[in-house]
């Protein structure tokens, strides 16, 4: 019932800027708990930024400074600028959502219940 579809994702120097968006249609997400995970190759997937219904945003400490994660109810989307982007972000990007409580870490993968397919950024020169 809940579905998320990413965009934004392509290739870019080291330095340079994107931005990532996720579209959802069903207004009930507007009211979740939603982040930006993303998993690279060999790896596990990890948190990347969240945010809370009311505006309340984590991050992975890598990322501070550089992304910036934000969500718009009205328009029905979640965003993540993603600014002086690194070979090591090069990953496969996930929108989520979750519909419960967050019971230990916004950042944790196991507490979203809802995802989207991912769009890829490859960071290399």
């Known amino acids: 019932q809940v579905q998320l579809v990413e965009s934004g994702g392509g290739s870019v120097q080291p330095g340079g800027s994107l931005r990532l968006s996720c579209k959802y249609s069903?207004?009930?997400?507007?009211?979740?708990?939603m982040g930006w995970f993303r998993q690279s190759l060999g790896k596990e997937r990890e948190g990347v930024a969240t945010?809370?219904?009311?505006?309340?945003?984590d991050y992975k400490e890598s990322v501070k400074g550089r992304f910036t994660i934000s969500r718009d109810s009205a328009k029905k989307t979640l965003n993540l600028q993603m600014n002086s982007l690194k070979p090591e972000d090069t990953a496969l990007y996930y929108c989520?959502?979750?519909?419960?409580?967050?019971?230990?870490?916004?950042?944790?993968?196991?507490?979203?219940?809802?995802w989207g397919r991912g769009t890829q950024v490859t960071v290399s020169s």
């Open positions: 069903n207004p009930d997400v507007g009211r979740y708990y």
């Open positions: 989520a959502a979750d519909l419960g409580s967050i019971t230990k870490s916004s950042l944790s993968v196991s507490e979203y219940e809802f």
């Open positions: 945010i809370s219904v009311t505006g309340v945003t």
